[in-house]
């Protein structure tokens, strides 16, 4: 039935078509400008929908003829609902034949829920679908619905503010920092809403503009936020894209990769007082940096030490510890920890103490300004500074000259306030090291020494002040004057002589050879005029020289006879020790002469007319020969071999150029006890010993009373022999003294000899130490380059020392 009537119904429209097409066409084109309400159904494939048509009459009366569901602008229906026959339960319905047409069935419903039902739909389902219902008296009536299935966006992409897409942690991003994201999705329909967020809660949800390809391929947000917090560090960020509200997000969830400047740094020292030389701990912490942060220790400008660093990567903490040895030189300085993010350009964070070094002061000395040590004269004043370093400031400074201790002493000329040093009205002795010491309470310090030296005018040096020179006439001297000055190159000498008379002269006559601060002059005495006084005078750039050296030139004499002659018992020799006398102002030697003979009336003595005679070095004229000479420059003689038996007297002379003096004598030497042995010449001293054969080694005794000392053997015998020994040993002696000729010189044959303990021997002769004195005068000196004479003080001169 129902295939009959289908069959029916298409041949009328068939038929009916040409006829009816340009009124269709007419009406559809009325109908769309009279815009027909339009109804929106989104579904999503795969889904059954359902199109909306409300076939109620206008009028109680009225009933539905047709209904006809038409799509997009095919003009044949899609499916036909022909109610005609006025049962609409025995309506018939046609649907075409293609594959939407057997998914689509129209259900009628009470009127106002009818709908046209698409099972399992596509996407090629999708467009204007439009319903049609003709009634048997009202007018027909329009429906549209526009069936529009749901696509999904594609899977957000997120891009960094450089355009690369993030495809795991997003960032780094640093604090303080702006940060930004873009979320995009490709497709979807409708247009797919894409919105950022955190934590459960909505960050951005305004879709920006993509200008990329077509504008409704791509649908995009944005994310920008101003300063990147410490909030942010360790969270989420969540992408979620939607096309309608019947579809569920499409989720991207992105890590958040925050770098972040520490937060905190501090710096603990293990000491509060620091001292110089003495280590102390230093520890610096800090936290709240991402990554850990590096530390860097500073001390003023440089980098130091390879501190022991500790990481807590959980609490973003760095502790480090240094061991830290100050000098002086680091008071005040700025110890510096800087906790820097190696991966945060500029992420640092310092903190910075000033140190406290505590040290023993440093002390330095130096001229107050105004002052210059080259030119520094005696008379001027001189202010020394001392600088000291120390902490803390020094509570007591000391000075020192040459190592002695300085007061305040006004009357001195010695001032000292707080840290100078003020001399007055210098002389030589300021001369030397000027040193101070300055202690606080850590210390003391000295400081090196600072040498002050002044110029001064020349003065005769040491030892060079006055000298009385010894000369005989027309013997020629060398008369050296030395002096001290400063400075020393330039001095000038000049040289004045005062006579006898009083007169003070320029030596004109005499060139004298100047060296610096030296001056020889060759003077030579040729009449008693030229026995005087002559005087030195020194000049340089600071002045002249205020007193000169003076010369006393005496005549020359005979030396004085030695003193205090004495014998003594050595043993292997007899020993002569005397003290010498005056020497007559020329160097001297001293001579020792042994005489005698037999001890028996014959033997010839020396008288005391023989000891007045006139001298020579080869004995005195009528007075018997010397059997032994010896010369040395002391006064001091060793006798080795004297004969026994005789008495012999003992003769020291002193000798210089002017003469010989008297002998001081040493009588009654004699020998007990004949030893053996034989000498021969030797040389000794200045001059030669004279040694006689067989002399044998004596005993001595002597004294003023002529008091003889003799050692007898036990028993009478014993005596008789030794005397006739004596006698035997002095014919020899006598016999061979006249014919055997001088021995040759050759190295002495000395024996051991044994001798009777003496007493000390007091001289027969003794001179007195005291020579005569030259009676003293008054000298008058003239300074040369002068208009008139200046009168010095009067100079005692004394001939002795």
């Not at 860097?296 to 130091?304: A, N």
Request: proline content about 7%; glycine content about 8%; overall charge neutral.
């Amino acid at each position: 039935m129902r295939c009959t009537s289908g069959h029916v119904f298409l041949t009328s429209l068939l038929i009916l078509l040409p006829a009816r097409r340009a009124n269709a066409v007419a009406e559809d084109s009325l109908e769309f400008q009279n815009k027909v309400p339009l109804r929106l159904v989104w579904a999503t494939e795969g889904e059954d929908v359902e199109l909306p048509c409300d076939i109620t009459p206008p009028t109680p009366t009225d009933s539905v003829n047709m209904v006809l569901w038409f799509k997009d602008t095919v003009g044949i229906p899609l499916y036909s609902f022909d109610a005609r026959s006025g049962d609409l339960a025995t309506a018939i319905h046609w649907a075409v034949s293609d594959d939407l047409g057997k998914r689509t069935y129209f259900q009628i419903g009470d009127g106002q829920r009818a709908k046209l039902k698409i099972t399992r739909v596509r996407y090629q389902d999708q467009g204007l679908f439009r319903c049609r219902v003709d009634f048997i008296n009202s007018p027909t009536r329009n429906f549209r619905v526009n069936l529009t299935l749901v696509e999904l966006p594609s899977k957000p992409v997120i891009y960094d503010a450089q355009g690369r897409e993030v495809t795991g942690v997003g960032g780094p991003f640093l604090e303080g920092y702006n940060l930004a994201l873009t979320c995009q999705v490709s497709g979807g329909r409708p247009k797919p809403s894409v919105t950022w967020w955190k934590d459960g809660q909505i960050l951005d949800s305004v879709i920006d503009t993509v200008s990329i390809g077509s504008p409704r391929k791509f649908t995009a947000n944005h994310l920008f936020i101003d300063k990147v917090t410490r909030s942010l560090w360790g969270t989420k960020l969540v992408c979620k894209a939607q096309s309608a509200p019947m579809a569920a997000p499409i989720v991207r969830e992105v890590p958040l990769d925050i770098y972040l400047k520490p937060a905190v740094v501090k710096i603990i020292l293990s000491e509060e007082q620091i001292y110089a030389g003495r280590p102390i701990a230093a520890r610096c912490e800090t936290w709240g940096s991402s990554p850990a942060a590096k530390i860097i220790w500073r001390l003023g400008e440089q980098v130091i030490g390879e501190p022991n660093v500790s990481s807590t990567q959980r609490s973003n903490s760095t502790v480090s510890k240094l061991a830290l040895a100050l000098s002086k030189d680091d008071d005040g300085k700025e110890l510096t920890c800087r906790a820097e993010n190696p991966r945060f350009p500029g992420g640092s964070l310092d903190q910075i103490k000033v140190l406290n070094v505590a040290y023993a002061p440093a002390v330095a000395v130096r001229l107050a300004t105004g002052y210059v040590l080259d030119t520094l004269r005696e008379g001027d004043d001189l202010k020394l500074v001392c600088d000291v370093e120390s902490n803390p400031p020094p509570s007591k400074i000391i000075w020192y000259h040459n190592d002695n201790r300085l007061e305040h002493d006004v009357a001195g000329g010695t001032l000292i306030a707080s840290n100078a040093l003020t001399l007055r009205v210098l002389t030589l002795a300021h001369s030397g090291e000027y040193s101070c010491v300055a202690i606080n309470s850590v210390g003391e310090g000295r400081s090196p020494p600072i040498f002050i030296r002044m110029k001064y005018a020349p003065r005769c040096r040491v030892g060079y002040e006055r000298r009385e020179i010894t000369v005989g006439w027309h013997e020629t001297v060398s008369l050296r004057c030395e002096v001290d000055a400063i400075p020393t190159d330039a001095v000038r000498f000049s040289w004045t002589y005062n006579g006898t008379r009083g007169d003070v002269l320029p030596m004109e006559n005499y060139r004298a050879q100047n060296n610096g601060l030296v001056s020889v002059l060759e003077y030579t005495p040729t009449a008693d005029t030229d026995f005087g006084t002559l005087a030195c005078w020194a000049s340089n750039s600071v002045g002249r020289q205020r007193t000169p050296c003076i010369f006393n030139i005496v005549p020359g004499k005979a030396p004085q006879a030695p003193l205090d002659c004495s014998l003594q018992n050595e043993s292997s020799a007899l020993q002569v020790n005397c003290v010498p006398g005056a020497d007559g102002g020329s160097p001297q030697y001293f001579l020792l002469e042994v005489r005698g003979g037999p001890r028996n009336p014959g033997v010839v003595q020396v008288s005391a007319a023989t000891l007045h005679a006139p001298q020579s070095d080869q004995g005195t004229v009528g007075e018997v020969p010397a059997l032994y000479q010896e010369k040395n420059t002391r006064p001091n003689f060793h006798l080795h071999d004297l004969e026994p038996g005789f008495d012999y007297t003992l003769y020291v002379y002193a000798v210089n150029g002017r003469g010989r003096s008297e002998p001081t004598l040493l009588e009654h030497v004699r020998v007990v006890e004949p030893i053996g042995g034989k000498l021969e010449r030797t040389v000794t001293g200045i001059g030669a010993g004279i040694f006689l054969d067989d002399l044998k080694k004596a005993l001595p005794t002597a004294s003023s009373e002529n008091l003889i000392i003799v050692i007898a053997l036990a028993g009478t015998g014993a005596v008789a022999l030794i005397l006739i020994g004596i006698g035997v040993v002095i014919g020899l002696s006598v016999c061979r003294r006249r014919s055997t000729p001088p021995a040759k010189d050759g190295p002495d044959d000395f024996t051991i000899p044994s001798y009777v303990s003496a007493q000390r021997i007091e001289p027969r002769i003794r001179y007195s130490a005291d020579g005569s004195r030259r009676s003293q005068r008054t000298s008058l000196y003239v300074e040369e380059n002068r208009n008139e004479p200046d009168l010095l003080q009067r100079v005692e001169i004394d001939i002795h020392n």
